[in-house]
């Protein structure tokens, strides 16, 4: 018997017509993203919120909130200004009691959240999401999230506070001075859900597409003055992200950078500069994994020319380079890669020479950039 069935055994005898239904070749999802809120637990006294600390619940809205975690709670007030950004992503929301976000962290087991916004910007706290993401980014857990922080200050104490860290799955929101539209200051979570609210819904609709001009809905500017051009752009170099105020007060994104700044031999590295980078390399091998887990989960493995009949499950290189490139070329399509022939050229497919049931693979995939930056020079004549 040449074909591989899963159901159908090969000793049959009973009489009858058995088709199996395989769905492996039809899967074309796309990765449902998700928000994960952080907030701190304080209430007012004598308040018992319907959610304890560090357990995380399922938190659509403003109303959700108000219920599980108190009125004036720093979730609620978050959730507040995240309903104002009008996302279609589900949200999720935890808060951290005595300041320890460890012990928060460490009740998200494996579920995978790809968005954090984080209101605790403290150095213990930004050093253990720091590692906890890091690790989740990791080829042996592939749950990987980008996580927003925020932080108020004048512009020297800005710059100082992007050495806070070096994670490129870290991003900083810098904030002057912020408020509602009744010019009332609003707390750094208020502003920071608007800010990430924005940026994840525009990374999880498409991961490669810049995020200058995306307005921050309900929040304005009340500083008495702005960050300079020279001052904004030394914020971008310390790894800390910054906005523009239009002419009527409103807060546009101007540009959302990672934290990381230098590689580990302390040579200055703009490898992630944007957070759009960590987003479509998240994406891509999230699709790569998809499409071999959907197609070859229970393949069995050849060399390429083994003289095999048709409809066999087995996998060779040859096949899965083949479906890479398929996967490439889509990809190209759809404006998240680009250089096909200089990736078919990257790829290499192998088996490995240790282990007779592994297959390893590299390539170099050439990520599509955003518009970001135009410079002309015009040289005019009389």
Known sequence: MSISFSEVPGNARVPGVYIEIDNSLANSAEQQQSILVIGDALVAEGVTPATPANKVILCMNENVAIKQFGANSEIAKMMAYLDKQNITLPVYAISVA????????????????????????????????????????????????????????????????????????????????????????????????????????????????????LTLNG????????????????????????????????????????????????????SYLDVMTPATAMYFREKQRSLILSKYGRHKLAKDGANFAQGQVIATPSMIMGELLTLYKSLEYKGIVQDFDGYKKSLIVVLDQDNKVRLNYQDSPQFVNGLIIVAGKIQFRK
Request: glycine share 6%; proline share 4%; hydrophobic share 40%.
């Open 219 to 270: 929040v304005y500017s009340i500083a008495t003055s702005e960050f300079d051009w020279s001052e904004r752009n030394l914020l971008l170099h310390e790894g800390m992200s910054t906005y523009t105020v239009t002419a009527t007060g409103s807060v546009q994104v101007e540009r959302a950078v990672t934290a990381y700044t230098e590689n580990a031999a302390g040579v200055a590295d703009d």
């Open 98 to 213: 005595n300041a320890d976000l460890m012990v928060a962290l460490a009740s998200l087991g494996d579920t995978q959240y790809h968005h954090i916004i984080c209101a605790l910007n403290d150095e213990t706290s930004i050093r253990d999401l720091g590692e906890l993401l890091e690790a989740r980014y990791d080829a042996l857990q592939m749950i990987p999230a980008i996580a927003y922080l925020p932080k108020k200050g004048t512009h020297p104490e800005l710059v100082t506070f992007g050495s806070k860290s070096n994670c490129p799955l870290i991003s900083f929101m810098s904030i002057n001075n912020l408020g509602n539209s009744a010019n009332e200051p609003l707390s750094d979570a208020e502003a920071l859900a608007a800010w990430a609210g924005q940026i994840a819904q525009s990374l999880a609709n498409d991961p490669c597409r810049p995020l200058q001009t």
